[in-house]
């Protein structure tokens, strides 16, 4: 009885160990880097603030700040030209990460945090490289520029406990999130498209872009559950982010900050987009379609395009998501982006382009990132938002409108063709949900323009780079966001042989054990003591 | 009790191969990191790799073998026996485990692999001919000129270059990381302060697509400057670069 529970006990373990053993092996992956600046909370002992702290800090401040803040403190520094957002205006009260109320200004601590951490999605760098001692020289002399500081010596800092998140105060933080009318700035989604956003960015023109709260890293004012609670609390100055210290109870504040933590996401960031077999002989022609969640996808960086002029120095789309899935004639690539308006006009619309070369290169030779080069052409497919409106109309692509696609070749900025008609085989649809544009992109594997297009071919790693307009922002031909180049590669589809080669294998394994301890216990080795 | 721990040479063995996988698998690459200063994991080349588990696993025999009462020890453990619970659960997992792991080493050979980029680039193109005769003209001048230059230069490093070689020049800019190739990081002594101004006047001035067919633009996301800014311009950009880097430009050696 207990030596078949003894047998039993072991059988389980030995299935369980197997099991943990698979699935382990299957949780390594390859992760690519990026240095995004993350709000630092810890604070040394403060420096004692005297004439002379000032003094050496106004000599920090002329040598590293003055270029974008400006030599007055007024955040029209001579480098400020290429920035959006603009840098800080010391003269104003408009500090937007602080501990303190609405209104007032933040402490030298609030300051130190974040001189020392940057401000991702900014051009403030974080200055943990310089010493201590001159970052509080530099704070004393910041706050020279704005008289406030004199007057509120003593300011009122809200306090941040931490309090867990449950699925239930999440739940309630989504309906406050509603309630409380988040949604007219952030979104339905979060993704920073509510409707005064739109209207504040594109009829007003003011500089306020809400946060697209989907985007963990782009957080000013960091994303732990406690700096989002702060953020609430405190609101930001001079935006229209106020405080809701008065409006939400403590407990209703947690709430929110729960919500709001549960969909700021990660960059899902890789160098290969891994494009997999679908089994079913149709791909996806709809960006809606199930299939879609099978394929594994890639978030991708961007930049302005900055290679060559008219330059973008204020790129407003700074990450693109792609999914690509493959069968036996056909790829498909779904290209995902936040975008916080769906405003078109005839020249600026939005838009997305995918970039091959027009051979998979052999070598490590590529062509040139941006557009080919001389030596290098490259295939672009190109969707475009739809339009049909007259000049002069700025009017939203409709749904039931899938945009346009053309397919051009490209050998540099100044040399672009776009295909003769028999060779524009790419098929396309667009559409836009809730401040993201949802795109897909659809071509045969093959095609019989060999010269101008790229064939795809499995298992091999292809060159890829992605391009993306935002017609709000003005963006049309070289103003766009960009990436440098990245890879898609057609996976093998698993050959069901393997499953036999492992079964010999197995079998095989186990009988030379077998052997092995068969002979072993026949002439069992001589001990010594024996 | 000294007998009871041979009882378990064999597994001991094991534990000591398994241990030094667990060791270059997950923890070498931490160490490296920071041995090296990298911002990234270094993993360990998958051959190298091989023969440390290959070396490892010679050592744990060589030590099972140095004596005729240790090898018997060592095998001894296989044998049916008066073994407690342990050690015949020890004994079921190890004549389960061997043919898994073989299974195991089949299937990943063969699965296809995903094969991973190779990325190389010639980190220092030899500067062109054309280049080589210029000097800096603003390095001539008189001290106040040439603190206005590098005042000027700062400028115009901070407005034009600063949105991927960063506000410290180190390379941190916020357009960064949408470049593989990352902007470089001009503070770390092997970069600029190993060259001479002309090189960087090359570097400005034709950029990435300037560069020579060895080192052709794969990834340099380094923008031609030629038609946007005047020499004078890239020449003052040059020397408040250096001084925001805090480094200074290679010595010329003094010809006889």
Redesign the interface.
């Given at each position: 009885m207990i030596k078949a529970f003894?047998k039993g006990l072991?059988g389980f373990?030995?299935i369980g160990?197997?099991i943990c053993?698979f699935w382990l092996?299957g949780e390594v992956s390859?992760q690519?880097?990026?240095?995004?600046r993350t709000y630092k909370h810890e604070v040394p002992q403060k420096l004692q603030e005297t004439p002379e702290a000032v003094a050496e800090g106004k000599k920090v401040y002329e040598k590293?700040c003055w270029?974008?803040h400006g030599i007055e403190g007024k955040g029209d520094?001579?480098?400020s030209?290429?920035m959006f957002p603009k840098p800080r205006n010391f003269t104003r009260n408009e500090y937007k990460v602080r501990s303190t109320t609405l209104g007032s200004v933040p402490t030298d601590e609030d300051l130190f945090r974040i001189i020392t951490s940057g401000i991702e999605?900014?051009?403030m760098?974080?200055w943990n490289?310089i010493s201590e001692t001159e970052r509080w020289q530099v704070i004393f002399y910041v706050k020279t520029f704005n008289e406030q500081f004199m007057k509120d010596v003593t300011a009122k800092v809200v306090s941040v406990v931490s309090i867990a998140s449950t699925p239930e105060s999440v739940k309630r933080g989504q309906e406050l999130f509603k309630e409380t009318k988040c949604y007219e700035c952030h979104g339905e989604d979060g993704r920073g498209n509510g409707p005064l956003t739109v209207a504040l960015q594109t009829e007003w023109n003011m500089p306020y872009r809400a946060r697209d709260l989907t985007k963990g890293w782009n957080f000013k004012g960091g994303n732990t559950i406690e700096d989002i609670y702060r953020t609430i609390s405190t609101g930001f100055n001079e935006t229209p982010m106020g405080s809701y210290l008065e409006k939400l109870s403590d407990e209703d504040r947690w709430h929110v900050a729960h919500f709001v933590k549960s969909l700021a996401k990660d960059m899902a960031s890789d160098?290969?987009v891994?494009v997999k077999l679908c089994e079913n002989d149709q791909l996806p022609t709809e960006s809606s379609d199930e299939n879609w969640s099978k394929a594994t996808a890639v978030e991708?960086?961007?930049?302005?395009q900055?290679?060559?002029?008219p330059?973008h120095?204020a790129p407003s789309i700074?990450a693109i998501m792609i999914k690509a899935l493959y069968n036996k004639s056909e790829i498909a690539f779904l290209l995902e982006w936040d975008d916080s308006t769906n405003k078109q006009e005839e020249i600026f619309r939005d838009a997305v382009s995918l970039q091959f070369p027009t051979k998979i290169p052999e070598s490590?030779?590529?062509p040139?990132?941006?557009m080919g080069?001389s030596?290098g052409t490259v295939n672009l497919w190109s969707w475009k938002a739809y339009w049909h409106e007259g000049f002069g109309a700025v009017v939203e692509a409709p749904e039931n409108e899938s945009g346009s696609v053309i397919e051009m070749n490209a050998k540099g900025f100044k040399s672009v063709t776009i295909q003769p008609s028999e060779s524009q085989n790419v098929t396309g649809t667009g559409i836009y949900q809730n401040g993201r544009w949802k795109v897909v992109l659809k071509r045969t594997l093959k095609t019989e323009d060999a010269k101008g297009d790229m064939q795809f071919e499995i298992?091999?790693?292809i060159p890829v780079a992605f391009a993306v307009w935002d017609g709000s922002n003005s963006d049309v031909g070289g103003q766009k966001s960009?990436?440098?180049?990245?890879?898609v590669?057609l996976?093998?589809?698993?050959?069901k042989?393997?499953f036999a080669?492992?079964?010999i294998?197995?079998?095989?394994?186990?009988s030379v054990?077998m052997w092995f301890?068969a002979r072993?216990?026949r002439f069992?080795?001589?001990?010594?003591e024996e | 009790m000294a007998n009871k721990r041979k009882t378990f040479l064999l597994i001991w063995v094991l534990t000591a191969v398994g241990c030094l996988f667990v060791f270059l698998k997950y923890a070498s690459p931490k160490i490296f990191q920071v041995l090296m200063a990298k911002?990234?994991p270094m993993p360990m080349p998958s051959t190298l790799m091989m023969w440390y588990m290959i070396m490892g696993v010679l050592a744990g025999l060589v030590y099972a073998t140095t004596s005729?009462?240790k090898?018997?020890?060592f095998?001894?453990f296989?044998?049916?026996g008066s073994g407690s619970?342990i050690k015949?659960?020890l004994q079921?997992?190890l004549?389960?485990g061997?043919?898994?792991?073989?299974?195991?080493?089949?299937?990943t050979w063969?699965?296809?692999g995903?094969?991973?980029?190779?990325?190389?680039r010639i980190q220092h193109p030899t500067l062109p001919q054309d280049f080589e005769k210029l000097e800096n003209p603003l390095r001539q001048k008189d001290e106040e000129t040439q603190r206005k230059s590098i005042e000027e230069g700062?400028?115009l490093f901070?407005?034009?270059c600063?949105?991927?070689h960063?506000?410290?020049a180190?390379g941190?800019?916020?357009?960064?990381?949408?470049?593989?190739?990352r902007p470089i990081n001009f503070q770390d002594p092997g970069t600029i302060a190993t060259v001479v101004d002309n090189y960087l006047f090359w570097r400005i001035k034709e950029?990435?697509?300037g560069l020579p067919s060895e080192a052709?633009?794969?990834?340099s996301?380094m923008?031609?400057w030629k038609?946007?800014l005047k020499d004078d311009e890239i020449w003052m950009i040059i020397m408040g670069e250096y001084d925001t880097a805090g480094v200074m430009p290679r010595q010329r050696e003094k010809l006889e």
């Amino acid at each position: 009885m207990i030596k078949a529970f003894k047998k039993g006990l072991i059988g389980f373990g030995l299935i369980g160990v197997g099991i943990c053993f698979f699935w382990l092996c299957g949780e390594v992956s390859a992760q690519s880097s990026h240095l995004f600046r993350t709000y630092k909370h810890e604070v040394p002992q403060k420096l004692q603030e005297t004439p002379e702290a000032v003094a050496e800090g106004k000599k920090v401040y002329e040598k590293r700040c003055w270029y974008c803040h400006g030599i007055e403190g007024k955040g029209d520094g001579p480098a400020s030209k290429t920035m959006f957002p603009k840098p800080r205006n010391f003269t104003r009260n408009e500090y937007k990460v602080r501990s303190t109320t609405l209104g007032s200004v933040p402490t030298d601590e609030d300051l130190f945090r974040i001189i020392t951490s940057g401000i991702e999605g900014t051009a403030m760098p974080f200055w943990n490289t310089i010493s201590e001692t001159e970052r509080w020289q530099v704070i004393f002399y910041v706050k020279t520029f704005n008289e406030q500081f004199m007057k509120d010596v003593t300011a009122k800092v809200v306090s941040v406990v931490s309090i867990a998140s449950t699925p239930e105060s999440v739940k309630r933080g989504q309906e406050l999130f509603k309630e409380t009318k988040c949604y007219e700035c952030h979104g339905e989604d979060g993704r920073g498209n509510g409707p005064l956003t739109v209207a504040l960015q594109t009829e007003w023109n003011m500089p306020y872009r809400a946060r697209d709260l989907t985007k963990g890293w782009n957080f000013k004012g960091g994303n732990t559950i406690e700096d989002i609670y702060r953020t609430i609390s405190t609101g930001f100055n001079e935006t229209p982010m106020g405080s809701y210290l008065e409006k939400l109870s403590d407990e209703d504040r947690w709430h929110v900050a729960h919500f709001v933590k549960s969909l700021a996401k990660d960059m899902a960031s890789d160098v290969v987009v891994k494009v997999k077999l679908c089994e079913n002989d149709q791909l996806p022609t709809e960006s809606s379609d199930e299939n879609w969640s099978k394929a594994t996808a890639v978030e991708v960086p961007l930049a302005g395009q900055i290679i060559a002029t008219p330059r973008h120095w204020a790129p407003s789309i700074d990450a693109i998501m792609i999914k690509a899935l493959y069968n036996k004639s056909e790829i498909a690539f779904l290209l995902e982006w936040d975008d916080s308006t769906n405003k078109q006009e005839e020249i600026f619309r939005d838009a997305v382009s995918l970039q091959f070369p027009t051979k998979i290169p052999e070598s490590l030779k590529k062509p040139y990132f941006a557009m080919g080069d001389s030596g290098g052409t490259v295939n672009l497919w190109s969707w475009k938002a739809y339009w049909h409106e007259g000049f002069g109309a700025v009017v939203e692509a409709p749904e039931n409108e899938s945009g346009s696609v053309i397919e051009m070749n490209a050998k540099g900025f100044k040399s672009v063709t776009i295909q003769p008609s028999e060779s524009q085989n790419v098929t396309g649809t667009g559409i836009y949900q809730n401040g993201r544009w949802k795109v897909v992109l659809k071509r045969t594997l093959k095609t019989e323009d060999a010269k101008g297009d790229m064939q795809f071919e499995i298992g091999k790693l292809i060159p890829v780079a992605f391009a993306v307009w935002d017609g709000s922002n003005s963006d049309v031909g070289g103003q766009k966001s960009v990436s440098s180049w990245y890879y898609v590669s057609l996976e093998k589809p698993v050959p069901k042989t393997v499953f036999a080669y492992v079964l010999i294998a197995i079998i095989m394994g186990a009988s030379v054990e077998m052997w092995f301890i068969a002979r072993l216990r026949r002439f069992p080795p001589k001990l010594e003591e024996e | 009790m000294a007998n009871k721990r041979k009882t378990f040479l064999l597994i001991w063995v094991l534990t000591a191969v398994g241990c030094l996988f667990v060791f270059l698998k997950y923890a070498s690459p931490k160490i490296f990191q920071v041995l090296m200063a990298k911002d990234h994991p270094m993993p360990m080349p998958s051959t190298l790799m091989m023969w440390y588990m290959i070396m490892g696993v010679l050592a744990g025999l060589v030590y099972a073998t140095t004596s005729n009462q240790k090898f018997a020890d060592f095998l001894s453990f296989l044998l049916p026996g008066s073994g407690s619970l342990i050690k015949s659960f020890l004994q079921k997992m190890l004549f389960v485990g061997f043919p898994v792991l073989v299974g195991w080493f089949v299937y990943t050979w063969a699965i296809p692999g995903a094969a991973s980029p190779v990325e190389l680039r010639i980190q220092h193109p030899t500067l062109p001919q054309d280049f080589e005769k210029l000097e800096n003209p603003l390095r001539q001048k008189d001290e106040e000129t040439q603190r206005k230059s590098i005042e000027e230069g700062k400028i115009l490093f901070q407005t034009y270059c600063r949105p991927c070689h960063g506000s410290k020049a180190d390379g941190n800019g916020p357009f960064a990381n949408s470049f593989r190739l990352r902007p470089i990081n001009f503070q770390d002594p092997g970069t600029i302060a190993t060259v001479v101004d002309n090189y960087l006047f090359w570097r400005i001035k034709e950029g990435a697509p300037g560069l020579p067919s060895e080192a052709t633009p794969w990834d340099s996301a380094m923008p031609s400057w030629k038609d946007d800014l005047k020499d004078d311009e890239i020449w003052m950009i040059i020397m408040g670069e250096y001084d925001t880097a805090g480094v200074m430009p290679r010595q010329r050696e003094k010809l006889e």
